[in-house]
């Protein structure tokens, strides 16, 4: 059963021979038709007899004991922004969508299916991974499985992932986060969603959206299943997090920039998240940093994610502009407002400001906030444009944060499942992944007393 179970549940019924691959993955395809658990709107195509294949050879070799590990036939959806042999990588764009098949799977990919995950169709997203709002005016809009009668948005740039995992279909997606693209969707739909140093997972066979601050990572159902599948991504073995008692924990608070016009629901979460922490014994100080307070006016035209979209998409943009989502196509433009030398002096403040938290940073185990600051938008909150605006800038403020600092973060959720989703984010070192992973695993135990 994908059933919101972990990789770990999961893996140990697969191994007992209560599971099968493809048993798992029949029902996995099952669940992902039609809306009823939205697998209409959560994934552009399904291959689905070269998932019973792959999942029936799977089953074969663990009869004669020859599975790649005890996660082999598990089904993890695949971000349209990556490579998979035989599939056309469409971005979630219909611009690219009539290029020819990939000839071999991007290497996050790879590295997935060669420990026996298998790859479970192509997820939905924001086109070319440009908007934290999750929204696709080609393949649908993925919605919050919260209030689903009312329509909220899933978060963005890797919605369809996030709710294929959020709904039960499968117990894992891979994403991208280039401002917040794994931890905003997470935050939106209940799940925790992982984003890593950047250099720790190869991105070759991937879209690029800006090279400066992209970053790959998984969405699961818990925090081993995101330090399982970072294990694999980052070419090791999955690794469960190292056991850490809370109150080893010393955790700074960021009380700037980041609590800036925080809803009243966020912020009753996010308070009695911190007091979970404190009553566990974590060390909790207060902590500013005040070179984030310059960050509007860093990015005042689009800073690096636009500059370096346009020229990744300047040829696209001339022979096919009309083809774009025109709200994606208008973002990548505002770059062509900024000013000459303009790229250079944002790379260089990006540089002295990353020195400048390791210093201020330096002796906690994790800087944490609210990972979004507002409960997911109403889809006719977003239909305007400066709705789509104000709300995609808010969902992407904090997440960026990481990216900017070039810091690994993870996204918790912190409340009951059928209420209003909020997420909590812990910023680790850079390049210490695993520390984080302990650190949220810790948290993680703090805050089960908030998800019931």
Same mark, same amino acid.
């Given at each position: 059963?994908?059933?919101?179970?972990?990789?770990?549940?999961?893996?140990?019924?697969?191994?007992?021979?209560?599971?099968?691959?493809?048993?798992?993955?029949?029902?996995?395809?099952?669940?992902?038709?039609?809306?009823?658990?939205?697998?209409?709107?959560?994934?552009?195509?399904?291959?689905?007899?070269?998932?019973?294949?792959?999942?029936?050879?799977?089953?074969?070799?663990?009869?004669?004991?020859?599975?790649?590990?005890?996660?082999?036939?598990?089904?993890?959806?695949?971000?349209?922004?990556?490579?998979?042999?035989?599939?056309?990588?469409?971005?979630?764009?219909?611009?690219?969508?009539?290029?020819?098949?990939?000839?071999?799977?991007?290497?996050?990919?790879?590295?997935?299916?060669?420990?026996?995950?298998?790859?479970?169709?192509?997820?939905?997203?924001?086109? =070319?991974?440009?908007?934290?709002?999750?929204?696709?005016?080609?393949?649908?809009?993925?919605?919050?499985?919260?209030?689903?009668?009312?329509?909220?948005?899933?978060?963005? *740039?890797? *919605?369809?992932?996030?709710?294929?995992? $959020?709904?039960?279909?499968?117990?894992?997606?891979?994403?991208?986060?280039?401002?917040?693209?794994?931890?905003?969707?997470?935050?939106?739909?209940?799940?925790?969603?992982?984003?890593?140093?950047?250099?720790?997972?190869?991105?070759?066979?991937?879209?690029?959206?800006?090279?400066?601050?992209?970053?790959?990572?998984?969405?699961?159902?818990?925090?081993?299943?995101?330090?399982?599948? =970072?294990?694999?991504?980052?070419?090791?073995?999955?690794?469960?997090?190292?056991?850490?008692?809370?109150?080893?924990?010393?955790?700074?608070?960021?009380?700037?920039?980041?609590?800036?016009?925080?809803?009243?629901?966020?912020?009753?979460?996010?308070?009695?998240?911190?007091?979970?922490?404190?009553?566990?014994?974590?060390?909790?100080?207060?902590?500013?940093?005040?070179?984030?307070?310059?960050?509007?006016?860093?990015?005042?035209?689009?800073?690096?994610?636009?500059?370096? $979209?346009?020229?990744?998409?300047?040829?696209?943009?001339?022979?096919?502009?009309?083809?774009?989502?025109?709200?994606?196509?208008?973002?990548?433009?505002?770059?062509?407002?900024?000013?000459?030398?303009?790229?250079?002096?944002?790379?260089?403040?990006?540089?002295?400001?990353?020195?400048?938290?390791?210093?201020? =940073?330096?002796?906690?185990?994790?800087?944490?906030?609210?990972?979004?600051?507002?409960?997911?938008?109403?889809?006719?909150?977003?239909?305007?444009?400066?709705?789509?605006?104000?709300?995609?800038?808010?969902?992407?403020?904090?997440?960026?944060?990481?990216?900017?600092?070039?810091?690994?973060?993870?996204?918790?959720?912190?409340?009951?499942?059928?209420?209003?989703?909020?997420? =909590?984010?812990?910023?680790?070192?850079?390049?210490?992944?695993?520390?984080?992973?302990?650190?949220?695993?810790?948290?993680?135990?703090?805050?089960?007393?908030?998800?019931?």
């Amino acid at each position: 059963m994908t059933d919101h179970k972990t990789l770990s549940q999961l893996s140990g019924e697969l191994e007992s021979g209560k599971l099968t691959a493809r048993a798992l993955v029949d029902e996995a395809l099952e669940r992902a038709q039609g809306s009823a658990n939205q697998g209409d709107v959560a994934f552009i195509s399904i291959d689905a007899d070269t998932i019973r294949a792959e999942a029936e050879s799977i089953d074969k070799a663990r009869a004669e004991g020859n599975a790649p590990s005890p996660y082999a036939g598990i089904p993890v959806s695949i971000k349209d922004l990556f490579d998979v042999k035989g599939q056309v990588t469409a971005a979630g764009s219909t611009i690219l969508a009539s290029n020819p098949p990939a000839a071999k799977d991007a290497e996050p990919v790879a590295r997935l299916r060669a420990a026996g995950f298998i790859p479970f169709g192509r997820a939905n997203m924001t086109e =070319f991974a440009f908007s934290g709002l999750g929204m696709n005016a080609h393949y649908g809009d993925p919605a919050s499985p919260w209030q689903r009668g009312v329509g909220r948005v899933a978060g963005g *740039s890797s *919605s369809g992932g996030a709710v294929s995992v $959020a709904e039960g279909i499968v117990p894992l997606t891979l994403g991208t986060d280039t401002g917040g693209s794994c931890r905003i969707p997470a935050a939106c739909c209940g799940i925790v969603g992982y984003k890593p140093t950047a250099v720790r997972v190869p991105q070759d066979g991937t879209v690029e959206l800006a090279t400066s601050l992209d970053s790959i990572g998984p969405l699961g159902n818990s925090v081993d299943c995101c330090a399982r599948a =970072f294990g694999v991504l980052a070419g090791g073995p999955p690794t469960a997090p190292e056991p850490r008692d809370v109150s080893s924990l010393r955790l700074g608070v960021l009380k700037n920039y980041v609590l800036e016009n925080m809803d009243q629901t966020v912020a009753a979460a996010y308070e009695a998240a911190l007091d979970a922490l404190a009553k566990a014994g974590a060390t909790l100080e207060d902590v500013t940093f005040d070179p984030l307070d310059r960050m509007p006016e860093i990015n005042a035209r689009g800073g690096l994610v636009t500059a370096e $979209a346009l020229r990744f998409h300047k040829g696209r943009l001339a022979q096919h502009e009309a083809e774009f989502d025109q709200r994606v196509s208008k973002r990548i433009r505002r770059a062509e407002t900024q000013e000459e030398g303009e790229y250079d002096r944002i790379l260089l403040a990006r540089r002295e400001m990353i020195d400048q938290a390791e210093q201020v =940073f330096a002796g906690y185990d994790a800087i944490v906030m609210p990972t979004i600051p507002i409960v997911p938008p109403k889809f006719e909150d977003v239909a305007s444009d400066d709705g789509y605006t104000r709300n995609n800038l808010l969902l992407l403020r904090n997440p960026s944060v990481g990216n900017w600092l070039d810091r690994c973060a993870i996204s918790l959720p912190v409340t009951p499942d059928l209420s209003a989703p909020v997420g =909590f984010m812990l910023m680790g070192v850079p390049g210490n992944d695993e520390a984080l992973f302990a650190c949220a695993f810790a948290a993680e135990q703090a805050f089960a007393p908030l998800r019931t």
